[in-house]
């Protein structure tokens, strides 16, 4: 069977669109190591697609935030291999699809693959959920000159 990721980019500039296009290219790489199912990525310019369809601003559950810059609001709407993950700006969708590999099973602990749980298998009664989250994260630094050692 064929799984569709979609790139939905319309009105995005070229830096946004390679946000939306890591994302899903993040997606296939995860899904595809636990399923034999082959999962193609495509770019579109429309969100009524089959499949599953990432992009900004696509579900009408989507909250609004206080600056699309700055703050993150995400929506996961997928039932079974078909639905739409979106966020507020091309990072909230970012987010939203690790968010929906964490559902799926995946953990990510630290960078790396040493950092990373897979999921034996995906089932299909487990690709379907919702998640309609609204996070406020405003950045106010970033330090990353201390590490801690595991």
């Given at each position: 069977?064929?799984?569709?990721?979609?790139?939905?980019?319309?009105?995005?500039?070229?830096?946004?669109?390679?946000?939306?296009?890591?994302?899903?290219?993040?997606?296939?790489?995860y899904?595809?190591?636990?399923?034999?199912?082959?999962?193609?990525?495509?770019?579109?310019?429309?969100?009524?697609?089959?499949?599953?369809?990432?992009?900004?601003?696509?579900?009408?559950a989507?909250?609004?935030?206080?600056?699309?810059?700055?703050?993150?609001?995400?929506?996961?709407?997928v039932?079974?291999?078909?639905?739409?993950?979106?966020?507020?700006?091309?990072?909230?969708?970012?987010?939203?699809?690790?968010?929906?590999?964490r559902?799926?099973?995946?953990?990510?602990?630290?960078?790396g693959?040493?950092?990373?749980?897979?999921?034996?298998?995906l089932?299909?009664?487990?690709?379907?959920?919702?998640?309609?989250?609204?996070?406020?994260?405003?950045?106010?630094?970033?330090?990353?000159?201390?590490?801690?050692?595991?």
């Amino acid at each position: 069977m064929i799984w569709k990721i979609w790139a939905c980019t319309d009105g995005l500039n070229e830096q946004e669109q390679q946000t939306i296009l890591f994302a899903c290219h993040e997606l296939r790489q995860y899904m595809s190591a636990v399923t034999t199912d082959s999962i193609i990525v495509m770019k579109g310019d429309s969100h009524n697609r089959d499949g599953l369809v990432l992009g900004v601003g696509l579900h009408p559950a989507l909250q609004q935030v206080k600056d699309p810059a700055l703050d993150d609001a995400i929506v996961i709407d997928v039932q079974g291999r078909s639905g739409v993950i979106t966020g507020t700006n091309p990072r909230s969708v970012l987010i939203a699809a690790y968010r929906y590999l964490r559902e799926l099973g995946f953990a990510f602990f630290r960078p790396g693959k040493q950092g990373e749980k897979y999921p034996l298998q995906l089932r299909e009664k487990e690709l379907g959920f919702d998640a309609f989250l609204a996070e406020a994260i405003e950045l106010k630094a970033l330090c990353d000159t201390y590490q801690v050692p595991f």
